[in-house]
């Protein structure tokens, strides 16, 4: 392959996943991060929905937020969203 088609600064780059994230200071951002970064665990993205709401895993900020999805998820009997907000409240 030629090096015209190689990025040198590539290595280790993982794609950007689309969070559908509102503007930062949008009333519902941090409801918004605190879902995308439970969703992103459950696809084994943590890392990259960490990046990307700029909050990091556990954040107090939006504990409440995850209560709130804790709720829902035990109400959907969503076994795997529940372990992880529990995780995260934890």
């Known amino acids: 392959m030629s090096m015209a088609f190689l990025r040198d600064d590539a290595e280790g780059e993982i794609p950007?996943?689309?969070y559908d994230l509102p503007e930062r200071d949008d009333?519902?951002?941090d409801r918004a991060a605190a879902r995308a970064?439970?969703?992103a665990a459950r696809a084994g993205e943590t890392e990259l929905?960490?990046?990307a709401t700029g909050y990091y895993w556990g954040e107090q900020?939006?504990?409440?937020?995850?209560?709130?999805?804790l709720a829902e998820a035990?109400?959907?009997r969503d076994d795997r969203?529940?372990?992880l907000a529990r995780r995260f409240l934890a």
């Open 16 to 18: 950007r996943r689309n």
């Open 27 to 29: 009333p519902g951002y």
């Open 37 to 39: 970064i439970l969703e």
């Open 49 to 51: 929905a960490e990046r």
């Open 61 to 69: 900020r939006l504990r409440p937020y995850d209560e709130e999805i």
């Open 74 to 76: 035990e109400r959907a």
């Open 81 to 83: 969203l529940e372990q």
